[in-house]
Structures are given as C-alpha cells and as structure tokens.
C-alpha cells in the first residue's frame, strides 16, 4: 500500500469514526424504558378487560387463558432468539423493528372481531416485544459501560417494567371502549420507534462467524410447542394434542443442543449452565413468572367475576400493588452493596408469598378492603424482583452477550407466566366455587415463590 493510499484510507475511518453517533446514555435510557413500559402496558392491557373482552369476542371460558397467554407465547418463543440476533445484527436495529412492529400489531389488536384472531395479534405484539425487551439491555450496557451506571440504568429499566404493569389496566379501564386503548398503545409504540431511529446508536457483539440461525429457528419452535402444550394442557394433560406437541418440544430441544454443540457462534453458550448467576437469573425469571405474574394476570378479572367490581375500580385496586412495585424497583438500586441481586430476589420472593397469603379468605368473605395489606406486601416484593432481574441477567454473562442473558431471563420468566396463568385459571375454576378455587390459587402461589426464593438464594 503507497503512502497516498494509506492516508486515503485512515482519512476514511476518521471520517466515518465522526460520522457515527456516539451512545447518548441519557436518550438511551429514556427511549428503551419508555418502549419497555408501552410493551407491558400492552402485555397487562387485558387484565381488566377480561370479562368484556371475552364477552365482545365470543370466547367460552375454556378459551379464555389464550387471551392472556397470547404475549407471553411470542415473548417466550423468541426472546433469546431476538437477544442473540440483536448481538449479531445490531441491536439499534431490532430495537426498533421491534417496537415498529409492536405499534402495527397492537393497532391491529383493537380491530380484531375473534377469539384467534386477536390471539394472533398477542402472538405478534409478544414477538415484537422480545425484540424491544432483549435488545433494550443491550443499548444499555453498552452506553453505561461502568459498574455505578448500569446500575442505575437497569435500576431505572427495571422501574417501567412495574410501571408498565401499572399503567396498563388503569388506561384500558379507564376507557369506554377496550379497543381504543389498543390504538393508543400502538400510537405510542410507533412514536417511539420513529425517535429511536434518529436517536439511538447502533452496537453489535465483536464476534466473528455467522448468526446462529438454524439454533434460533429449532429454539423458537420448541417454545411455541411448550407453550402451547401448557396453555392447553388445562383442559386435559391426556389429550392427544397436548402429548404431540410435549413430544414435539424434547425433540427439538435435542436438536438445539446438537446444533448449538456444533455451532462456531452458538446463540447460546452451553458453558453459561455451569455459572451459578446464570443459573440464578434464569431460576429468577421462572418463578416470577409462575409465582407473581401468573396469579396477578388473572386476579382482576376474578375480582369482576366474584366481587362485582367494575373494570375502572379494578384497575385502581390493582394499580396499589403494581405502582407500589415501580416505586420500589425505582429505589432499590440503592441497595447495591448492601444486598446481592440473588438475595434481593429470594426477598421479593419471600414478601410476595407473605403479602398474598394475607389474602386468604378475602374473596370469600366479599371484601376487597381486607385484600389492601396483602397487595402492599406483595407490591414491595414485586418491586424488588422486577429491580433485581435485569441488573443479574446481564451480570451473569459477559458484557458483550448482554442482550442474549437479558433474553434468556425474561425466556424464563414468560415461560413461567404461560404456565402460571394456565395453573391459576385452573385452580380458580376447579374449585367448589370461585372463593374456594381463589384461595387454592393463592396458596400455590405462595408455595411456588418460597420455593423461588430458596432456588435462587442456593446458586452461591
């Protein structure tokens, strides 16, 4: 290479070096959170509305656990598909595919007029916030390099994560139409993505090789089969559909484990079982989702059905427990150093089990006051696990594969809340009467986050 040419070519990289954007930490913490909280909102905007929704669509009782569990399908089926691609391809660049296609699909949501077809429209949105939730981590890893400040981003990401739970039901119960507020999320959603588009800067993994493709398509299917065989598994483990499609699920997961094996980039490193944060971020997501966010996805709608309450009153009793859990998990990074993220979660673990066992009886007796300490409780704890959760998913693998740990926690945890909203409409309807099944539903809950707590407090 002459002279000429190399001055040619360090001209170039200089100018492409000061072309590029730089991360703006400020504008990446606040374009992620906020997609972060339109995606949940979107995820928790049928709680309220259950009852009328089912009743607008045509949805037997049997069929109402596809309502919910429609999200939490796409969430889980390609959460750590789209956490691996967003470090391969750009996580700038799933991010906003992601929250682009999360807008569309919402808006179509509030147009659908079946029972399958929304369902559909919840797969999508669930698969376009894997995108956005995945890569979000990602962003912010890489525009908060130090220790003190990705504590505080994943502290503050952490905190939409409740406020989007919060926020969700109060705007769908508060509107007189259940779909409009599906054309306000999806608004929002767009907004976001267009500002996220100017604004963010892209990172990638500095990883050589191609993307894992063939591992993210098996993986994907794989959860699609479990997650459908929970969901209909409530009408029946024997049935035949259910038994395909758990046969359907081993044998993928073995040919992900032979591809992986093979792979010279594998979308995820089988090593990573072997790190006891690993094993504790993903221990963590699971029990959350069956523990936490399986009871509470179904509690308001039971509150309707058993006590009476209007959608609106619902929604602001359900806002004690979730808002509670914003300002909590907005605070609780001022634990880091007092506390390790593993005990933080076996706490919110232990307070979730105590604050919903104070709610025994309160169906029975038909008084929603008596269920206000309860909600208080598990509020708090709820607070602490949604602050803890991302701060340890992207703590348990190497910085570079931050958006793949983040995609794995949250795998699990909607993997959890899939099977925790089944068990709950289950136990619910199977009791003698809708306060027995209530009571049945609680206790397990409280069972399965002790038994959360004591998971994630064992991994030293």
Same mark, same amino acid.
């Given at each position: 290479m002459t002279r000429l040419d190399y001055n040619a070519t360090t001209t170039r990289a200089e100018r492409n070096q000061h072309a590029a954007p730089g991360p703006r930490p400020r504008a990446t913490l606040a374009l992620t959170s906020a997609a972060t909280a339109v995606?949940?909102?979107?995820?928790? !905007?049928?709680?309220?509305? #259950?009852?009328?929704?089912?009743?607008?669509?045509?949805?037997?009782?049997? %069929?109402?656990?596809? @309502?919910?569990?429609?999200?939490? #399908?796409?969430?889980?089926?390609?959460? #750590?598909?789209?956490?691996?691609?967003?470090?391969?391809?750009?996580?700038?660049?799933?991010?906003?595919?992601?929250?682009?296609?999360?807008?569309?699909?919402?808006? @179509?949501?509030g147009l659908t007029s079946s029972t399958w077809l929304f369902t559909l429209t919840r797969v999508a949105q669930g698969a376009a916030s894997a995108a956005l939730l995945a890569s979000s981590l990602g962003l912010l890893v890489h525009a908060f390099p130090t220790p003190r400040g990705r504590l505080h981003a994943t502290g503050v990401w952490g905190a939409f994560v409740s406020g989007g739970i919060a926020v969700g039901p109060l705007l769908t119960g508060s509107l007189p139409d259940w779909r409009l507020g599906y054309v306000i999320l999806g608004a929002a959603a767009l907004i976001v993505a267009a500002l996220s588009a100017r604004t963010l800067s892209e990172s990638r993994a500095p990883r050589g090789g191609r993307p894992d493709l063939l591992g993210?398509?098996?993986?994907?299917?794989?959860?699609?089969?479990?997650?459908?065989?929970?969901?209909?598994?409530?009408?029946?483990?024997?049935?035949?559909?259910?038994? @395909?499609?758990?046969?359907?699920?081993?044998?993928?997961?073995?040919?992900?484990?032979?591809?992986?094996?093979?792979?010279?980039?594998?979308?995820?490193?089988?090593?990573?079982?072997?790190?006891?944060?690993?094993?504790?971020?993903?221990?963590?997501?699971?029990?959350?989702?069956?523990?936490?966010? +399986?009871?509470?996805?179904?509690?308001?709608?039971?509150?309707?059905?058993?006590?009476?309450?209007?959608?609106l009153d619902t929604a602001w009793l359900f806002l004690l427990w979730s808002g509670l859990s914003f300002a909590v998990a907005l605070q609780a990074r001022r634990l880091a150093?007092?506390?390790?993220?593993?005990?933080?979660?076996a706490l919110g673990f232990l307070l979730h089990a105590v604050g919903v066992l104070a709610m025994l009886g309160a169906i029975g007796a038909g008084s929603w006051p008596r269920m206000l300490p309860g909600l208080v409780v598990a509020g708090v704890g709820s607070g602490l696990l949604n602050a803890a959760l991302p701060l340890l998913?992207?703590?348990?693998?190497?910085?570079?594969?931050?958006?793949?740990?983040? +995609?794995? *926690? *949250?795998?699990?945890?909607?993997?959890?809340?899939?099977?925790?909203?089944?068990?709950?409409?289950? #136990?619910?309807?199977?009791?003698?009467?809708?306060? *027995?099944? %209530?009571?049945?539903?609680? !206790?397990?809950?409280?069972?399965?986050? !002790?038994?959360?707590?004591?998971?994630?407090? !064992?991994?030293k």
């Open positions: 995606a949940l909102m979107t995820y928790t !905007a049928p709680m309220v509305t #259950l009852p009328e929704m089912a009743a607008d669509l045509h949805t037997a009782v049997s %069929a109402q656990a596809w @309502l919910l569990n429609g999200t939490p #399908l796409g969430l889980a089926a390609l959460l #750590l598909v789209a956490g691996s691609l967003a470090d391969d391809y750009g996580r700038r660049r799933i991010f906003v595919a992601g929250t682009l296609a999360l807008g569309i699909t919402t808006a @179509l949501g993210a398509t098996t993986f994907g299917l794989a959860l699609v089969a479990l997650v459908a065989a929970l969901t209909l598994g409530r009408d029946g483990w024997l049935r035949a559909p259910v038994g @395909l499609l758990l046969a359907a699920f081993v044998l993928l997961m073995g040919v992900f484990t032979l591809v992986e094996r093979r792979s010279a980039t594998p979308m995820i490193d089988l090593s990573l079982l072997r790190r006891p944060r690993f094993l504790a971020s993903s221990a963590g997501g699971l029990f959350t989702g069956l523990a936490v966010i +399986g009871l509470f996805s179904f509690l308001p709608a039971l509150l309707q059905r058993a006590l009476g309450l209007s959608a150093g007092r506390i390790v993220p593993r005990h933080q979660l998913s992207v703590e348990s693998v190497p910085p570079e594969r931050a958006a793949m740990g983040s +995609g794995a *926690q *949250q795998t699990f945890r909607y993997i959890g809340s899939c099977a925790g909203v089944a068990l709950t409409i289950a #136990l619910t309807t199977s009791g003698g009467s809708l306060a *027995q099944g %209530a009571d049945i539903a609680i !206790a397990v809950s409280a069972g399965l986050a !002790a038994v959360g707590a004591v998971s994630v407090a !064992a991994w």
